[in-house]
């Protein structure tokens, strides 16, 4: 009988579906770190795991190992080499999140453009005269460039578009396989939609290096906004920094970054107009729930041979 190791606390949706299979044990543990549920891996056969690590070392020792499903879609954290070297399939949980992301980018950019942070600030100080500065602005009207045009980003495409924005996307994958039936236009390059944005919301998945650094930073137009929900590291932060210091970047919206938690004494923590969430874009009650079930329903449908192969991130050996 197959063996589970649910490596982080699972919503009951999960813990429920795994009471109707009998025909697979599970063991689990709920604190987030690799060094947790590293020394019980030797026994499992399958391996449900949230935000923590997977590393070479910890794969080499799940000698019965035969599927890794992630509880989420993103999978920076994972070996996937190491994976591969082995012939271990890793499954995502599919599309259980993207319109709770695309509405938490949305509200970033209202709250940055609204300045929300200091409005809040002004009432709870009795500075009612702030209102006076007239520092808020709108989006209707506005440039926004989506960097990463797939299910989140098209989510937020609609959203903004009922704001009444102008919308346009960077994605170079798919702008080399098709770009999709949409009245959003892409970008040849990301410097042109840099160049163009007033407002930048990132989707795009972490690869090696900052995506939008101190050069990028350059070629935005002065007081533009930048909002992630994606993954820390894809902007360089100390040019994120720099660049809300001479005001090239008027305000920011993240809910990543590079280390998680950032420190106490991280200097974006000082910018009032920077609205800071603690990766919380995906993790509402409903989205829990779906993502509890489907990584646990990839597990029982890899052992029923039934697995969709869509879900499978690596599955070119």
Known sequence: ????????????????????????????????????????????????????????????????????????????????????????????????????????????????????????????????????????????????LIIGFGRTGRHLARMADGFGMRIRAFDPVLLANGWPETPVTPFGTLEEGLAWADLISVHVPKTRGALLGSSEFALIKPGAIIVSTARGGIIDEPALVAALESGRVAAAGLDVFEVEPPPTHHPLLAFDQVVLTPHIAGLTRPAAERMARASVQNVIDFFAGTLNPELIVNKDF
């Open 1 to 144: 009988m197959p063996h589970l190791l649910i490596a982080g606390k699972l919503h009951p949706a999960g813990m429920a579906l795994l009471a109707q299979s009998p025909d697979l044990t599970y063991t689990c543990v709920d604190e987030v770190s690799e060094q947790s549920y590293a020394p019980l891996i030797s026994k499992a056969d399958a391996l449900l795991i949230r935000t923590q690590p997977l590393s070479p070392a910890t794969i080499a020792q799940a000698q019965n190992l035969k599927i890794v499903s992630r509880h989420g879609v993103g999978y920076d954290a994972i070996d996937v080499a190491a994976l591969n070297t082995r012939k271990i399939p890793l499954c995502i949980a599919g599309d259980v999140n993207s319109q709770a992301v695309a509405e938490h980018a949305m509200m970033l950019m209202l709250a940055c453009v609204r300045r929300l942070i200091r409005a809040d600030r002004a009432v709870r100080s009795g500075d009612w005269r702030w209102r006076d500065a007239l520092e808020a602005g709108e989006i209707s009207g506005k440039n926004l």
